[in-house]
């Protein structure tokens, strides 16, 4: 399938590893021009060669104001925005800070926000364009064990929705993917931190995991990078034009349908 994304200026945060690489090459591969950024010139250059073709990327991080900013004169304008920066941890909630909070909810939360007021803008004047905000399942089933990170994911859906209602008779759309637990890099130091023997082989501590933290899923394994990144990309294209204020997962039946 042709998603017509050729030519189409597309950036993507927290792109130099796991979902937003993947999401970053699913991009590249439909002929989107690709914009990564991140605070490590090396990260940078490896994940430049992982995606392959013409890339630019950009040394700059917003999670501060003044990375933001250096983001946004670099590139003033795209056509797709997906906000994918993001951090998480397992900590219990009385030995969460409030520099804590303050850190996830920047770096979670008003990274995309600072991005999307930039952006929105140009898109609603050329009457075309794509914001999707990388949320998780954690907005929806917030574990006891990350509060302060499913206040941001929740964070993430209000700002959304809220800026989808502000794109009503255009071309433009806002929408949030909800990733279950997803394959990568760190993914194993987290699943050992929660686990109940941090020695167990790598595959017992999935089995272990899914059994305990997450028995509502209906597949019982980690999602793939590459399952997101296909849903991304389909909502980036001018085929999800219908598609607008949503919330949609991809969490291996995670969350109970309400209906």
Avoid at 108 to 117: D, I, K, Y
Avoid at 179 to 200: C, M, W, Y
Avoid at 248 to 259: E, F, K, M, Q, S
């Amino acid at each position: 399938m042709d998603l017509q994304l050729t030519g189409k200026t597309a950036l993507v945060t927290g792109a130099t590893a796991g979902i937003g690489l993947a999401i970053a090459r699913s991009l590249a591969a439909e002929g989107a021009k690709l914009v990564i950024c991140g605070r490590s010139q090396a990260n940078l250059d490896t994940a430049a060669t992982a995606i392959g073709g013409s890339i630019r990327a950009v040394l700059a991080d917003p999670a501060s104001a003044e990375g933001s900013a250096a983001l946004t004169a670099a590139v003033p304008d795209v056509d797709i925005l997906v906000n994918n920066l993001g951090i998480y941890e397992s900590k219990a909630f009385g030995e969460i800070t409030d520099e804590d909070w303050r850190r996830f909810f920047e770096i979670n939360v008003l990274s995309g926000a600072r991005l999307s007021r930039h952006y929105l803008p140009g898109m609603l004047a050329r009457d075309w364009g794509r914001i999707i905000f990388i949320s998780s399942e954690s907005a929806v089933l917030v574990p006891p064990n990350m509060i302060h990170y499913g206040m941001t994911k929740t964070a993430q859906l209000a700002i959304s929705r809220g800026l989808a209602a502000t794109t009503k008779g255009t071309r433009v759309t806002v929408n949030s993917v909800l990733p279950g637990t997803t394959r990568s890099a760190g993914i194993e130091d987290f699943l050992r931190s929660v686990a109940s023997d941090p020695n167990l082989p790598a595959g017992e501590m999935e089995q272990e995991y899914f059994a305990k933290e997450r028995p509502s899923s209906l597949i019982q394994r980690m999602i793939e990078p590459e399952e997101v990144a296909s849903l991304v990309a389909y909502l980036a294209s001018p085929l999800s034009a219908a598609t607008n204020g949503a919330a949609l997962r991809v969490d291996g039946g995670i969350t109970p349908t309400i209906i």
